[in-house]
């Protein structure tokens, strides 16, 4: 299990998507991150969450791209990454998704939208995702 604190000024969620990235990714610049994420002008987008902390509302995303636990990148309490159980239920509901029929996916995506905190506001207003509509991914 890491708990770490975040160094000299810097927030703590910030300091844990650092070392996640880290050890992760092996990736140990800022500029190399915000690469990763996909973010536009990284310097200033990483500068900014160096300060206020990595938006609550990007979260999920940023831990999928580093393969980090986001509870742990948000609170950093539990381990970085989950462990085997945790995987094995993915793979459960995957299988189990793959049987059901659209109208029963979308009541599922439904409920996973509150789960994972869809209705909330980001730094700019939207509710959790750009432009205010969540994305479609496989």
Same mark, same amino acid.
């Given at each position: 299990?890491?708990?770490?604190?975040?160094?000299?000024?810097?927030?703590?969620?910030? #300091?844990?998507?650092?070392?996640?990235?880290?050890?992760?990714?092996?990736?140990?610049?800022?500029?190399?991150?915000?690469?990763?994420?996909?973010?536009?002008?990284?310097?200033?987008?990483?500068?900014?969450?160096?300060?206020?902390? &990595?938006?609550?509302?990007?979260?999920?995303?940023?831990?999928?791209?580093?393969?980090?636990? %986001?509870?742990?990148?948000?609170?950093?309490?539990?381990?970085?990454?989950?462990? %085997?159980?945790?995987?094995? #239920?993915?793979?459960?509901?995957?299988?189990?998704?793959?049987?059901?029929?659209? %109208?029963?996916?979308?009541? &599922?995506?439904?409920?996973?939208?509150?789960?994972?905190?869809?209705?909330?506001?980001?730094?700019?207003?939207?509710?959790?995702?750009?432009?205010?509509?969540?994305?479609? #991914?496989?």
């Amino acid at each position: 299990m890491f708990i770490i604190e975040s160094m000299d000024d810097d927030h703590p969620t910030y #300091t844990r998507l650092m070392l996640a990235s880290a050890v992760l990714k092996k990736i140990a610049t800022p500029s190399a991150v915000g690469e990763l994420l996909g973010v536009d002008n990284p310097s200033q987008m990483l500068e900014n969450w160096r300060s206020r902390g &990595v938006p609550l509302a990007r979260m999920n995303q940023i831990s999928r791209s580093v393969g980090c636990n %986001p509870l742990w990148l948000e609170d950093g309490v539990g381990d970085m990454v989950f462990g %085997p159980a945790f995987t094995e #239920t993915v793979v459960s509901i995957n299988r189990r998704l793959q049987t059901m029929e659209a %109208p029963q996916i979308y009541k &599922v995506s439904k409920m996973i939208d509150l789960l994972d905190g869809a209705g909330q506001n980001d730094d700019d207003g939207n509710h959790g995702h750009e432009g205010g509509k969540r994305p479609i #991914t496989n």
